[in-house]
């Protein structure tokens, strides 16, 4: 059984900085791509990056240059590295593989 678990999220000052892991349980990991997504209230929830097996990157293009997504396929972690925040990056952020989601952390960024 395939499980995500998402940890990290919190409340930070615009400007600041978060780290969010993801926990990967019940899957080959190294087979997957791995994605963080996130949807604000009242939004569509959105593709913020992933990473490929290949360990080539994709970064939605409000969070280029601010976001970083990596594996520790040893560990089966995924994490997500989100500095400079903004705003209008508060959200619930899931972490997902395969049509499989955790359940979500939030980040709210507030001064």
């Known amino acids: 059984q395939v499980q995500l678990v998402e940890s990290g999220g919190g409340l930070v000052q615009p400007g600041g900085s978060l780290r969010l892991s993801c926990a990967a349980s019940g899957v080959i990991f190294r087979l997957y791509a791995m994605d963080w997504y996130r949807q604000a209230p009242g939004e569509q929830r959105e593709l913020v990056a992933r990473i490929r097996q290949s360990g080539s990157t994709y970064y939605a293009e409000s969070v280029k240059g601010r976001f970083t997504i990596s594996r520790d396929s040893f560990k089966t972690m995924v994490y997500l590295q989100m500095n400079n925040l903004k705003p209008e990056d508060t959200a619930m952020y899931y972490c997902?593989?395969?049509?499989?989601w955790g359940q979500g952390t939030q980040v709210t960024v507030s001064s």
């Open positions: 997902a593989t395969d049509n499989f």
